[in-house]
């Protein structure tokens, strides 16, 4: 029996960032969606289609010194998530994860939804960078599509 779109996903955020092996990736569950949405509403975007989701991002607003703390690696992606405080003026946006359904792939799906995020939490915040931690080549070059599109100035983690 073929897997579902869910299934899919899951697997998907697996294979990519092998959350399940590291403790210091965010592990995506109940928990820290409810984390995620009380920073903003805009965190978390999915697309789907009539077989379920073929497409997540999920973002992260933060400030720009647990940015610098990130970028250096004196915290982890968890830690940049449980130190940022829900009553901030957040000036970054942490790329933090974007899945697409290899069928769905090179649409456009990340992009729109990256961006109707980013809009969300700007009519909030004064957002002036971006920052990603790439795991992929197609995830590095989309964090310098977005930055390019949105003007943001744009931070990398290279650090593992």
């Not at 869910?6 to 092996?21: C, G, N, P, W």
């Not at 697309?47 to 997540?56: F, L, Q, T, Y």
């Not at 915040?125 to 930055?147: K, M, N, Q, R, Y």
Request: glycine content about 4%; aromatic content about 6%; charged content about 20%.
């Amino acid at each position: 029996m073929a897997l579902s779109n869910f299934e899919r996903m899951i697997q998907l955020a697996d294979d990519v960032f092998a959350t399940k092996s590291d403790p210091n990736q965010l592990d995506v569950n109940q928990e820290v969606i409810e984390q995620l949405q009380l920073l903003h509403p805009n965190t978390v975007s999915e697309e789907v289609n009539e077989d379920g989701p073929i497409a997540w991002v999920l973002v992260i607003p933060t400030t720009l010194n647990l940015m610098d703390q990130f970028i250096v690696g004196s915290i982890s992606e968890n830690e940049l998530l449980s130190l940022t405080p829900a009553d901030a003026t957040f000036n970054v946006i942490y790329l933090c994860s974007a899945l697409v359904l290899d069928e769905f792939r090179r649409t456009g799906i990340t992009q729109k939804l990256t961006l109707a995020a980013i809009a969300g939490i700007k009519q909030n915040h004064p957002i002036t960078h971006l920052l990603v931690w790439p795991f992929t080549p197609e995830g590095d070059l989309t964090a310098a599509h977005i930055a390019k599109v949105t003007g943001l100035n744009l931070m990398k983690r290279i650090i593992d």
